[in-house]
């Protein structure tokens, strides 16, 4: 065998390994959590005007928007759909803002036991 016979052997069995994934989807990225404080909500038909807007959105897969604590939790494909939330949910008339981290209430739990005795 010659080198070229090796190099056509070689350049055959990648192409047949490729083909073999042609027909199989790249790996889809694990959705990101967007989270947004929401100013102007007032009531149930509030948070159900915006939740029916955003899910409306190319990419996005969750929408939760909580009235109480005056935010929303979107769960999307890709952090570039961003734009398109903001966009959407000002066209209702609602004051939107991103965050960096996930809005809590405060932590109002105690890990001392007010019953037990100091002594």
């Known amino acids: 065998m010659t080198r070229i016979d090796h190099v056509i052997i070689l350049a055959g069995t990648w192409m047949l390994a490729c ?18 404080v929401i100013k102007g909500m007032h009531c149930s038909g509030c948070v159900d ?19 109480d604590r005056r935010s929303a939790v979107i769960l999307a494909d890709n952090p570039s759909i961003s ?26 739990t105690t890990t001392e036991d007010p019953l037990q005795e100091n002594g």
Do not use: F, M, R, W
Not at 19 to 36: I, T
Not at 49 to 67: M, P, R, S
């Open 83 to 108: 734009g398109a939330i903001l966009e959407s949910v000002g066209k209702l008339g609602y004051d939107i803002t991103g965050v960096d981290a996930p809005v809590h209430p405060p932590d109002t």
């Open 19 to 36: 083909l073999g994934c042609a027909g199989e989807a790249p790996p889809k990225s694990q959705p990101v959590e967007l989270v947004y």
């Open 49 to 67: 005007a915006i939740t029916l807007e955003v899910n409306e959105i190319e990419g996005v897969n969750d929408c939760q928007v909580d009235l």
